[in-house]
C-alpha cells in the first residue's frame, strides 16, 4: 500500500518567492496533519483538516502560511511570500478516523531552502 | 497551552548499554504515543499507552505511562546499531485531536 506522498522532496528557492507543499495522505484516513521540523522548536504541528475541514490551525506561524484540502486525496500548503526563516523540513501525515487515538503516518518530508 | 518536555535531549551509550528518555507533560494527557525518527527520515508510531500505569514491551523496548498519566518513558535493553535515531513522544492537545510532541531524544550508539 502506498503511504503518505509528500512533493517535492526538496525545493530550494529564493526569499519573497512563493513556495507550494504538496500532499497525498493514506486513501481512506479521515485526518491530515501537517508538521514544521527544525533542530531549534522541534517538530511543531502547523495545522490539521478532519473530512477535509481544518480544524485547527493555531499553530501557522503567520499569515504568509496557508492551507488548503480541496478534496480528500490532496493538501496544500503554501507559504507566500518566503523568508529564510521558513527554511525546515515539512512533514504531512495522516491518520483514520480516531484523530490523536490513532497513529499517524508521515511522508518522507519535502527539505525547503530559503536563501 | 499544553507543553511536553523529553529529556535527555541527547544519549551516548556503548552498544549493549541500556537506554531511557524521559517525557513530562505540564497537563494530563489522554494517550500518549511514542515515535522514532531515523537520520534523515520520518517519525514512525510504535506505540500508544492509554491506561494510567500501563506498561507495553515490544521486544527490547519498554514503554511506561504514569499513574497521573502526565509522564511517560522509553527504556531499551541492550541497544543495537539499529535503536540509532530520535525518539519522540507525543501527547493530545487539550481537547483537539492534534498531537503536540516532545523535541525528541537522539540516541547515538558507539559500536
Known amino acids: 500500500d502506498a503511504g503518505v506522498i509528500q512533493s517535492p522532496r526538496h525545493e530550494v528557492t529564493e526569499m519573497g518567492q512563493e513556495v507550494t507543499l504538496r500532499c497525498k495522505p493514506i486513501s481512506g484516513h479521515d485526518y491530515l496533519f501537517w508538521y514544521r521540523q527544525t533542530m531549534m522548536r522541534g517538530l511543531e504541528l502547523l495545522i490539521y483538516?478532519?473530512?477535509?475541514?481544518?480544524?485547527?490551525d493555531s499553530g501557522m506561524p503567520e499569515d504568509r502560511f496557508s492551507a488548503k484540502m480541496p478534496n480528500a486525496s490532496f493538501s496544500t500548503l503554501k507559504i507566500q511570500p518566503s523568508e529564510p526563516r521558513d527554511s525546515a523540513v515539512y512533514f504531512c501525515a495522516s491518520s483514520p478516523g480516531g484523530g490523536s487515538n490513532q497513529p499517524q503516518h508521515f511522508g518522507d518530508g519535502t527539505r525547503l531552502s530559503i536563501l | 497551552g499544553q507543553q511536553v518536555m523529553q529529556i535527555p535531549q541527547y544519549q551516548h551509550v556503548q552498544e549493549g548499554e541500556d537506554f531511557t528518555t524521559y517525557c513530562n507533560s505540564s497537563?494530563?494527557?489522554?494517550?500518549i504515543q511514542w515515535y522514532k525518527q531515523r537520520p534523515g527520515g520520518h517519525p514512525v508510531f510504535l506505540i500508544q499507552?492509554?491506561?494510567?500505569?500501563e506498561v507495553k514491551k515490544q521486544k527490547r523496548l519498554t514503554f511506561q505511562f504514569g499513574e497521573a498519566k502526565k509522564n511517560s518513558s522509553l527504556h531499551i535493553t541492550a541497544t543495537q546499531t539499529t535503536d540509532v535515531g530520535t525518539y519522540f513522544c507525543a501527547g493530545r492537545r487539550g481537547g483537539a485531536d492534534g498531537l503536540t510532541f516532545g523535541k525528541g531524544t537522539h540516541l547515538i550508539i558507539q559500536p
Open positions: 499507552l492509554v491506561k494510567s500505569g
Open positions: 483538516f478532519n473530512n477535509n475541514v481544518p480544524i485547527d
Open positions: 497537563t494530563t494527557l489522554s494517550n
